[in-house]
């Protein structure tokens, strides 16, 4: 399974966006780039997904670079709400169990 | 509410008992994994199903741990003869078998104290 390279944690003000990175130098041609993200005492939620173009959805806006070796995930306006573990997860195209590293810790201040 | 559903969401255990839990998927989703997550790392996975058929299982998931999905509906999670290792968050999650539709739900979890 490909890797990814988060940092450890970040934090945001509430009301500012967020731009959360996620390396992956290793990423093969048909692989997924998907975020999900775990709140406190919860299961892990699905944020977005995407290959090569740039996604956007309710949630969040996925940006990926050219050479597909990173990637971002963009809070627009980070809420309270929004405190939680973010996971950067490289899926193949038919592949079906998510590897999990560690994520990033997003703490948001009020 | 129609997401997955998890139970019991809490079981605390002697170690050398055995424990089961329940998963009931979303009803049209035909896959159903499980996944464990100890303290301040991500999930683990250990299986999965695609309707009945167990198709994947993890190196994790010893022969003390075994998993059913009898009618590709619900499914269960056995540990036999627990240990203090085992403790930890077990996952259930649910999703649909198509190529770009194959977002994990995932349920709150029940977390397992072995002591």
């Known amino acids: 399974d490909a890797k990814t390279t988060q940092p450890n944690s970040m934090e945001s003000n509430e009301e500012e966006p967020v731009h959360l990175p996620c390396n992956h130098s290793t990423i093969s041609g048909t692989d997924y780039i998907h975020w999900y993200r775990q709140l406190p005492s919860q299961g892990p939620e699905y944020v977005i997904h995407?290959?090569?173009s740039n996604v956007n959805n309710r949630m969040a806006s996925l940006a990926i670079a050219e050479d597909r070796k990173s990637s971002t995930l963009i809070l627009h306006r980070a809420t309270l709400r929004d405190a939680a573990v973010y996971y950067c997860?490289?899926?193949?195209?038919?592949?079906?169990?998510?590897?999990f590293g560690a994520g990033t810790i997003l703490r948001v201040k009020s | 509410d129609t997401g997955v559903s998890q139970d019991p969401r809490h079981k605390i255990t002697k170690r050398g008992q055995n424990v089961t839990f329940r998963c009931d998927p979303i009803s049209e989703h035909n896959r159903l994994y499980w996944y464990r997550q100890t303290l301040g790392q991500g999930p683990e996975f250990l299986t999965y199903f695609q309707n009945e058929a167990q198709l994947e299982k993890s190196r994790l998931l010893s022969d003390r741990f075994s998993a059913e999905r009898p009618k590709g509906s619900f499914s269960t999670l056995e540990i036999q003869r627990t240990e203090q290792g085992d403790s930890a968050m077990y996952l259930c999650a649910s999703s649909l078998a198509y190529r770009d539709l194959r977002e994990q739900y995932f349920g709150p979890g029940t977390r397992l104290t072995v002591t």
């Open positions: 997860i490289l899926r193949a195209l038919y592949g079906n169990k998510l590897v």
């Open positions: 995407g290959l090569t």
